[in-house]
């Protein structure tokens, strides 16, 4: 398939229910591969079990080309060995990088670190030598009952990376990224008193011990490197990350809550079962992207598909214009 100059966003998901039927008691996963432009799978590979992503990831980026597109995956694909596939296979990659490579994480840090240091001492030389290589960017946005505030800085040098780039020399641009959730506090009369990032990191609140650093989904205060083999600033990586989780938001969810994918318990079919729901999927995107006039919601558009069964059927047996 032709997925050039896209953004793809690659993330296993798993079919927990069928894991009662597996002779070993393993949830069967399948990787994916999502156009987060317009929703649409464009491929998928089926993996035995999560850690087996690593492996898999090269694998389905071979089968697809993907020249001039840039791919995301989150922080169990920051390897050289997908960097590699990646690369070889004439795309770009923004990899977050955690505790699954607390070494080249460590790298990024102090590389920050040092920046932020020069910085201090001195601003004006720090912005002459460095101003078009750093860049930051900052969001506090309210989610739900709680308040988010993300920070990224960037650094594009790749004279200035170091050992980074000695034994990965695909990399163009290095990241910091850090998030801080903070609860929705009020008083008794129903004021907002939530406290600012900076109380908030000094103090507890009313609802949240004081946060310290984690990498679980719950901790408050998140921490993460980013490596991109493409020149990127902070609000371009921003935007990318953010824009990733449409694997998770548009895709695995809707699979979950719609198609009960999750609950299935299919075992020797499960593959099969796994492709004939991505192609309902997608006719539903595909459905969307051509009309966008229509609901966005996913269960709106399957009525009217079994009001009108034409409507579905030509986004199979016609053939459809390209979008980019």
Known sequence: ??????????DGKGLRDAANKMSDQRTPYILNALD???????GQLAISEKTNEITAIPELVSMLETEG????????????????AIHNNGADFLLQVKGNCPELFGEIKSLFGGLSEDRKKDAEKFEKEYGEKYSEAKTWEKNRERYENRHY????????????TEIRPYIRSIGLSEQIRILKVKD???NDITPNVADF??????KQTKPVEGDKLGDDVQKAG??????LNAKEMMEFKRAHWAVENSLHYVLDEVFGEDKSTIRKGKNAAFALRKMAYNIVRLIQFLNPERSPHVPDIIDDIIDDFNMGAKMVFESIQSQY
């Open 36 to 42: 987060v432009a317009t929703k649409l799978v464009v």
């Open 226 to 231: 980013l490596v991109a083999s493409r020149v």
């Open 1 to 10: 398939m032709n997925i050039r100059g896209k953004h793809l966003a690659l």
């Open 201 to 206: 990191l000094k103090n507890e609140s009313r």
């Open 188 to 190: 008794k009369d129903g």
């Open 153 to 164: 800085q960037a650094f594009n040098d790749p004279d200035g990376l170091g050992d980074i």
């Open 69 to 84: 597109s840039l791919i995301t995956v989150d922080d169990i694909g920051a390897t050289e060995r997908i960097m590699n």
